[in-house]
């Protein structure tokens, strides 16, 4: 009987002892304040950041407030922001962080390396560019109330768009890796100031992380059909004669893709030379009025228009001398002596073949 009073005892005081400690735990995040939205912008040779900190004052309720500070570089913003605040900031449930365009036209490559070495940084962080200043889009979210607005935007996008996906580890490994380069959401505003997602941004990462090309989110579509196998997605397929303005396009949601490249190396003179077979296999559905077309015509009309999309996209970007797909990183692991350098020295002159075979699993009304 002594025995259970003294396990008793004992449970009570451990359970005191707990719930002590948790009250404890509770007034210290009251206590803090946490940074879970970051932007930086480039301001007359100095760098703008900015913080969205949430104050969760009442359940289901949020008040955002936003702080600025100038620097002359991107590493000491939470030092700058603890001066302008009487509770300490954290940044450790950071999830998003946006660069203005100019910042990003300057390059990212900085921070992505700081990233990549602060331990305390999520790898579910995601990052993204503005068309507009980074502070300004993030003032145009605080009417949401909610600090983490764009990132879920993002995954929105991503989950159910045409965005191909992207956080802090996927976006590290594209820059870190010789053989490809990274990508990034695009956000800009609508005619109300509104943040809309409005495409991808692609870097050059032998140059520091150069913004070097900003892509439509059809583009943005083609390039997720080519780095994932993907689920959902849309796009608007241009039909032929159509009778008036509301008929000329049809509403095409991709359901889901699947992409396999094949090597084919040729050889010139004094270079090695590369090609590629891209063979794309895509189950989708069209909604909207259709042509009397028989559903083999339409399959094949389909066929080629993707097709034809896919290879624009690629020669964008063999132009430009970008490889956001990794084509490099795919060749490295299939050619003997593969050098970088030498590969994007030729990388331009690379020949694609994009070969699509669609599946419709519900086409839309038809005349």
Request: proline share 4%; hydrophobic share 40%; with cysteine.
């Amino acid at each position: 009987m002594g025995f259970r009073k003294k396990w008793s005892c004992y449970l009570f005081f451990f359970a005191m002892s707990m719930l002590l400690t948790s009250c404890n735990n509770s007034q210290v995040i009251n206590q803090i304040e946490l940074v879970q939205t970051a932007g930086f912008d480039l301001d007359n040779q100095t760098v703008l950041s900015s913080a969205l900190i949430g104050e969760y004052k009442e359940k289901e309720k949020t008040n955002v407030k936003l702080l600025k500070t100038i620097s002359n570089n991107s590493y000491n913003m939470i030092p700058l922001l603890n001066l302008k605040s009487n509770n300490p900031i954290k940044y450790g449930q950071m999830r998003m962080m946006l660069f203005g365009a100019d910042y990003a036209t300057h390059n990212i490559g900085p921070i992505l390396k700081f990233l990549a070495q602060d331990v305390s940084i999520s790898g579910n962080l995601n990052l993204a560019v503005s068309k507009n200043k980074a502070s300004e889009l993030l003032a145009a979210t605080i009417p949401a109330h909610d600090p983490l607005f764009l990132m879920k935007m993002i995954n929105q996008n991503s989950d159910t768009a045409n965005l191909p996906y992207t956080d802090l580890q996927t976006t590290l490994y594209n820059f870190f890796d010789e053989g490809r380069d990274t990508y990034l959401p695009l956000f800009s505003w609508d005619a109300d100031k509104k943040p809309q997602i409005d495409g991808i941004v692609l870097f050059k990462d032998d140059k520091d992380g150069k913004l070097i090309s900003q892509k439509s989110n059809e583009d943005a579509l083609w390039l997720k059909m080519l780095v994932e196998n993907s689920k959902n997605g849309n796009f608007m397929f241009p039909l032929e004669d159509a009778k008036n303005d509301n008929e000329k396009y049809a509403f095409v949601q991709i359901i889901e893709s699947k992409t396999n490249f094949t090597p084919i190396p040729t050889k010139a003179v004094s270079q090695q030379l590369y090609g590629l077979d891209i063979n794309i296999n895509v189950k989708l559905q069209i909604k909207g009025t259709l042509p009397i077309t028989e559903n083999n015509q339409l399959q094949t009309m389909l066929e080629t228009y993707i097709s034809k999309e896919l290879e624009h996209f690629i020669q964008s970007c063999l132009s430009a001398n970008i490889d956001p797909v990794g084509f490099g990183s795919f060749l490295r692991s299939k050619t003997r002596g593969w050098n970088a350098s030498e590969f994007y020295e030729v990388y331009p002159s690379m020949k694609t073949n994009v070969i699509t075979k669609v599946q419709i699993v519900k086409a839309g009304i038809q005349k």
